[in-house]
């Protein structure tokens, strides 16, 4: 059972990942530029008049981290290849926005990693829309990762929830990992990957399509950064008089297909889906999906989620060394005068699970945040460059917290 205790859960994710950090050799002044100290959101002022205008409260400096390295408790759990071998969990990774279109998976450097202790299978639908298609990444017999790459990825949410759960429950791989061996399963939302797979969830809750094995099977949900309440990006993007307006691009698209497809707009259905699928990602859409399922989501499970943000002036004086981080400074400006707290394309509060009526309080766990952008906590190269984020010890420090969480 989870404690209801506010800071437990941030200081066990805070101290896995220095605890990983060092394993992995970076140094106290290294780690004070990916990591946050934890924090409570109600000791943030995030938006507002008032908003905070520094990052005082979570600032790590470098002789903190030693005394933070000798409050770490021995666990004696270590993140090795017996670690993973030993869990009977599977990982539903659910990407984001218009995963199909990107050079990368979510999460490349581990599901591509040869080496990987995980089983890590890679999930789509074949030509006639219908046949569940696999591709083997590893054959490891540990934890699972199955890679949930969902049709029409940069529609409506309305034009994903039923095929993402017709691809999970039609797969004979994922439904035998259910039925047969007795394996739980986590949802793990990157991006819009996560109110999709809420909205999921509560679908399922509610007995709207008839799931033999998922719901049963699911023991949590895990959020990274996830666009929950909705992006101010996203705003900007779909008010027609913005100067980036996804119109104006639509327009040229539709003159171009050169320019389309540097739009990533490969396909017709592509371009008719992209200006309402960039409206599901603002403020409007995500508040009213979150109106409808927020008492209706399955009360037994854990929710948790963590965040980035990264102040403007890393973008330039240490990130920006590349186009990815380049056009992440450029998509963070519409959200710099609303709050600090954004990692380019959401806003700290946006990201975290809300509380759910039907939903135990200490059921929901904020991890708090790492010092990164949107893509870093995901891509080692999202279209160009390579980010230098500390995506493996972060990864294996949430997996210790999930699994330190009782969901083992």
Not at 101 to 108: G, P, R, Y
Not at 109 to 115: F, G
Not at 209 to 215: A, G, Q, S
Not at 331 to 348: E, F, P, R, T, W
Request: glycine residues 6%; aromatic residues 14%; positive net charge.
């Amino acid at each position: 059972m989870i404690e209801n205790d506010k800071y437990k859960w941030q200081y066990t994710f805070f101290y896995n990942y220095l605890e990983q950090l060092k394993l992995a050799g970076y140094t106290n002044k290294e780690i004070c530029k990916v990591a946050w100290k934890p924090y409570l959101i109600d000791d943030l002022k995030v938006m507002g008049e008032d908003r905070d205008l520094d990052f005082h409260k979570v600032l790590l400096k470098p002789e903190e981290v030693d005394t933070y390295l000798q409050k770490i408790p021995d666990t004696k759990i270590s993140i090795d290849e017996e670690f993973f071998r030993k869990r009977k969990t599977v990982i539903l990774l659910v990407p984001g926005f218009t995963h199909h279109t990107l050079k990368n998976l979510s999460l490349h450097e581990q599901i591509e990693n040869p080496k990987s202790p995980h089983q890590i299978i890679h999930f789509k639908f074949g030509k006639d829309g219908k046949t569940v298609e696999e591709k083997i990444y590893n054959e490891g017999q540990g934890l699972k990762i199955a890679y949930l790459a969902y049709p029409r990825a940069n529609a409506h949410s309305s034009h994903v929830i039923e095929p993402l759960f017709r691809l999970i429950h039609e797969s004979k791989t994922i439904r035998r990992w259910a039925m047969e061996e007795n394996q739980k399963f986590v949802f793990l939302g990157y991006s819009y990957g996560s109110p999709l797979s809420l909205e999921l969830l509560s679908a399922l809750n509610q007995g709207k399509y008839k799931d033999e094995f998922i719901l049963n099977s699911t023991k949590a949900f895990f959020s990274l950064c996830g666009d929950i309440g909705g992006s101010y990006l996203a705003d900007y993007v779909i008010d027609e008089t913005s100067k980036y307006s996804i119109y104006r691009a639509l327009k040229l698209a539709k003159r171009s297909r050169l320019i389309a497809k540097v739009f990533g707009l490969k396909t017709k259905q592509d371009l008719e889906d992209i200006a309402e699928g960039a409206r599901s990602l603002g403020h409007e859409e995500r508040q009213k999906a979150l109106l409808d399922f927020s008492s209706k989501m399955p009360s037994n499970l854990k929710y948790f989620s963590i965040s980035s943000f990264l102040p403007m002036e890393d973008y330039v004086n240490g990130l920006f060394r590349n186009f990815d981080d380049w056009s992440m400074y450029k998509q963070a400006l519409a959200s710099k005068d609303i709050s600090i707290y954004n990692d380019g394309q959401v806003v700290l509060k946006d990201t975290i699970i809300p509380k759910f009526k039907n939903v135990p309080e200490g059921n929901i766990v904020n991890l708090g945040a790492v010092r990164t952008h949107h893509w870093g906590v995901s891509y080692k190269t999202f279209n160009f460059g390579n980010n230098k984020f500390p995506r493996v010890p972060f990864y294996h420090a949430l997996i210790k917290t999930l699994f330190q969480a009782e969901l083992s």
